[in-house]
């Protein structure tokens, strides 16, 4: 039997003095063996670890719930393919009278390039179509410059938007790129339906850049409960180390010194105004035992804000999309 991870922030003691509390609760979890001074996945408890490690791809299929469906694909253009046509489903519903959007993550890219040319063979015209970008890189408080070589709103525009034939184009008030000022992003979710917000897996389990949070003040102990976090809206967040790795290696050619320390991040508030959230898995930007574990924990509803990806255990429409051959195994080679 799986223990479930012990998980919430600290409360009132003036307003528990005369409740009975389990010790167990109260017990400061273990230090993350990647970084002590954070939360992450390593402090959960063994034998959560040990179960998800033993999880087959067959046995991970059979994890859909009412809420959340897991998807395999045999290959890469049927996998991105797939991506690209939830653009293409969501723009298609909306009207003047109805504008709806999708938001959309930058890992991966593959599939931009397929909605600029699914958009112009259709000939979708995009006037009522709204774009929110997931997430930027914040340098000494601002956002960076489309000139920044690792800019996610350059990568949007030149993968996908500038890609797109004028007469069909979006109205560049219907592209919404996060800023350090984030008021002005915030309020772009205000009367816009958010069809999908789609969404890769990081090696910290974040989605944008939902990373786990520091290890100190009221959060030493324990990490933000569920419903502490699930509250926190878009804002410049500060970077997991594991995080700030990965992009060097999947973005910077391993140059950790390029990647900036901290991000710009739609939060879950906006995360629980999408109708739906889809999350693509093509092995690349996570391990084989981290794609497990989101699957497990999400279908056995354990939420746990130190794996911020689990917190979609609670939204009520969820699909994971997984490349079949990327999802790999969690048996010991050596190399």
């Not at 897991?70 to 109805?98: C, G, Q, S």
């Not at 600029?116 to 890189?137: I, Q, T």
């Not at 093509?282 to 689990?310: C, E, W, Y």
Request: proline residues 8%.
């Amino acid at each position: 039997m799986v223990s479930l991870p012990r998980c919430g922030g600290n409360v009132d003691t003036a307003d528990n003095e005369n409740k009975q509390t389990n010790p167990e609760e109260n017990m400061p979890r273990k230090l993350s063996s990647i970084a002590p001074d954070w939360w992450d996945y390593t402090t959960l408890e063994p034998d959560l670890i040990q179960t998800v490690a033993r999880l087959t791809p067959e046995k991970m299929l059979k994890l859909s719930r009412p809420g959340f469906r897991v998807a395999f694909y045999d290959t890469l253009e049927e996998f991105y393919l797939a991506e690209a046509l939830e653009y293409i489903h969501a723009w298609r519903m909306a009207t003047p009278d109805n504008p709806v959007g999708i938001c959309g993550p930058i890992g991966p890219t593959e599939q931009l390039p397929l909605v600029a040319r699914l958009v112009n063979e259709l000939e979708l015209p995009l006037k009522s179509a709204h774009f929110w970008g997931m997430d930027e890189w914040c340098i000494d408080g601002r956002e960076v410059p489309v000139t920044h070589p690792l800019s996610f709103e350059r990568a949007d525009r030149e993968l996908c938007f500038d890609r797109i034939k004028k007469e069909l184009t979006m109205p560049q008030e219907n592209l919404h790129f996060p800023k350090a000022d984030v008021s002005t992003y915030r309020q772009s979710w205000d009367g816009v339906h958010c069809a999908i917000m789609q969404g890769g897996q990081g090696d910290v389990k974040h989605w944008a850049f939902n990373d786990p949070m520091r290890r100190k003040g009221k959060h030493k102990d324990q990490p933000p409960s569920p419903e502490e976090y699930r509250k926190l809206a878009a804002r410049i967040v500060d970077l997991h180390p594991l995080t700030i790795a990965q992009n060097a290696r999947t973005s910077g050619g391993g140059n950790i010194s390029l990647v900036p320390t901290q991000a710009i991040s739609v939060g879950p508030a906006e995360t629980w105004r999408a109708e739906k959230v889809s999350i693509w898995h093509a092995g690349n930007h996570d391990n084989p035992f981290g794609q497990r574990l989101t699957t497990f924990m999400i279908s056995q509803k354990i939420a746990d804000s130190a794996v911020p990806m689990s917190l979609l255990a609670d939204h009520p429409n969820v699909q994971f999309n997984f490349y079949r051959p990327g999802i790999g195994t969690c048996d010991v080679a050596m190399h």
